[in-house]
T-cell receptor
Framework: QKEVEQDPGPLSVPEGAIVSLNCTYS??????FMWYRQYSRKGPELLMY????GNKEDGRFTAQVDKSSKYISLFIRDSQPSDSATYLC???????????FGRGTSLIVHP | DTAVSQTPKYLVTQMGNDKSIKCEQN?????MYWYKQDSKKFLKIMFS???????INETVPNRFSPKSPDKAHLNLHINSLELGDSAVYFC????????????FGPGTRLTVL
């Protein structure tokens, strides 16, 4: 079992839909949780960064962490075609700064 | 533009050759990294440098040798290239105050024939 599991998709939704992207993990030492967005043929770009359980909101994006279930989510409201990308979750243990990445979920938002 | 930049963007070469990839960041960060992203999109850390010093060296063949001439540059030299080295290589950097937040370059797509 990999330390971080993420469904590769693709996930195809119509414009305006609410998107839910998820990762599960097995390492209870993970304390920092990130979501990166990667457009085709580009480098990953940090979208959201959370430390504790709970929700963090930034515009149309909400990151949710449930440490008891070892489950994190990224919600995208009012999805746009420009949100079409691969979304990678990443996690870091306390005392480290090297992330363990999920394999990414490919999201397609069609007009 | 403030960013992490890499050259070349694409690299196609024969097995057995030696090649280098260059990375520069003008963000003033003191920590830089090399990652490999395979065909299944997994991103894995290869090396991390802090202020020109190697601090992380994951299990990577010693054909791969990073070099940091100064804290704004981290180059990757690969000897005796093999088919399995084909991947996208990303450079990244992070500030000392928030090492968890890494900024990635655009990637170098290496194809070994």
């Amino acid at each position: 079992q990999k330390e971080v599991e993420q469904d590769p998709g693709p996930l195809s939704v119509p414009e305006g839909a609410i998107v839910s992207l998820n990762c599960t993990y097995s390492n209870s030492a993970f304390q920092y949780f990130m979501w990166y967005r990667q457009y085709s043929r580009k480098g990953p770009e940090l979208l959201m960064y959370t430390y504790s359980s709970g929700n963090k909101e930034d515009g149309r994006f909400t990151a949710q962490v449930d440490k008891s279930s070892k489950y994190i989510s990224l919600f995208i409201r009012d999805s746009q075609p420009s949100d079409s990308a691969t979304y990678l979750c990443a996690m870091i243990s306390g005392g480290s700064y090297i992330p363990t990445f999920g394999r990414g979920t490919s999201l397609i938002v069609h007009p | 533009d403030t960013a992490v930049s890499q050259t070349p963007k694409y690299l196609v070469t024969q097995m057995g050759n030696d090649k280098s990839i260059k990375c520069e960041q003008n963000l003033g960060h003191d920590t830089m990294y090399w990652y490999k992203q395979d065909s299944k999109k997994f991103l894995k850390i290869m090396f991390s440098y802090n202020n020109k010093e190697l601090i992380i060296n994951e299990t990577v063949p010693n054909r791969f040798s990073p070099k940091s001439p100064d804290k704004a540059h981290l180059n990757l030299h690969i000897n005796s290239l093999e088919l399995g080295d084909s991947a996208v290589y990303f450079c990244a950097s992070s500030p000392r105050t928030s090492r968890n937040e890494q900024f990635f370059g655009p990637g170098t797509r290496l194809t070994v024939l």
